[in-house]
């Protein structure tokens, strides 16, 4: 993906997603959750552009109470911690994929290819209508 113009559009309600996924990012989650089951995403460490999200099998990662639930990507819920969403709750992540090596815990590692995270910022109008937060492992 060259440009975010390739991300996916956000969807018809009113509220803008927090996190979205290009096509290639969904193909390689389906690939994944075919291979492992349910999964889950939680935001690596960095606070820009370039950082990787770490994708696992749920129940092979335990979420925090206080990690912040930024929306679903591919059917798997999307997670960081509150310090990292101190970095990016004024922007819109959008994960892609790229060649390279995955995370070593990473389920995509091995695979020639990883997750990527790239974002951009919220317009002030965009910033009314963001998608509600949650807290925690989903139920």
Known sequence: MDTLTDA???PAEDTIPRVLAT????ALIATL???HGRLLFHQS??????SSPMCYAQGDYIVGDKDVRMGEIGGAPFYMSPSQ???WQHTQL???VVPGRGGMFSLENGRD???LTRSRLFTDAELERLAPLAYGAAD
């Open 8 to 10: 996916p559009a956000h």
């Open 23 to 26: 096509e290639a990012a969904l």
């Open 33 to 35: 959750a075919n291979e």
């Open 45 to 50: 460490g960095g606070c820009c552009d370039g």
């Open 85 to 87: 969403f101190e970095y």
């Open 94 to 96: 959008i994960i892609d």
């Open 113 to 115: 290819q990883r997750f």
